[in-house]
């Protein structure tokens, strides 16, 4: 079993409330950062015409986010012990895979499970003045509502201590980040 990685925090939280954003601010500031896997996934999925889209072929789209979620953690995990950023992460999978009803089978959940972050994750909270949709979100502001009380549900039962980031310029919220870091 992997051991936590105590420089990897995560990230969080619904869809549109400025994880990427917050992500982006703080590699300026020289931290390092791990993209989202998600919307590399669905781009790839609209260029090739795939359908493991979360709007069609939603249990495809899981597994492929859930590998490609331990495959990003993998990339890093040895590297060294500088402070790395998560858009997100494998417990996000875990939870759409719930979300869905998709039963993620048991060898890969088990792996899964095993590659822990810092106990200490971020959640961002649904933000209506910025949630907006595109080609990659199509979720209505309700699923952004209840995908934010699953997520931080998933997270606080899988073990981890969820802090939700307070709505705001992203200068204060990475001074937030910080601070409890």
Not at 86 to 96: E, H
Not at 111 to 139: G, M
Request: charged share 25%; aromatic share 12%; hydrophobic share 40%.
């Amino acid at each position: 079993m992997n051991k936590r990685k105590n420089n990897f925090y995560v990230i969080t939280g619904g869809p549109g409330v400025g994880k990427t954003t917050l992500i982006d601010a703080l590699k300026s500031k020289g931290y390092s950062t791990v993209a989202e896997d998600a919307r590399s996934i669905i781009k790839q999925q609209i260029l090739r015409k795939g359908d493991a889209l979360p709007w069609k072929n939603k249990d495809l789209y899981a597994l492929l986010l859930l590998n490609a979620s331990i495959k990003s953690y993998h990339a890093i995990s040895n590297k060294n012990d500088n402070i790395y950023f998560f858009d997100r992460g494998i417990v996000d999978t875990i939870c759409y895979a719930e979300m869905i009803n998709f039963k993620i089978p048991t060898e890969t959940l088990q792996n899964a499970k095993t590659h822990k972050y810092n106990s200490t994750v971020f959640i961002l909270p649904p933000w209506a003045q910025i949630y907006t949709t595109d080609d990659e979100r199509k979720q209505s502001w309700e699923e952004a509502l209840y995908t934010f009380e699953i997520m931080k549900k998933t997270y606080f039962d899988n073990g981890y201590n969820v802090i939700e980031v307070p709505i705001g310029a992203v200068d204060l919220r990475v001074d937030f980040i910080l601070k409890h870091i």
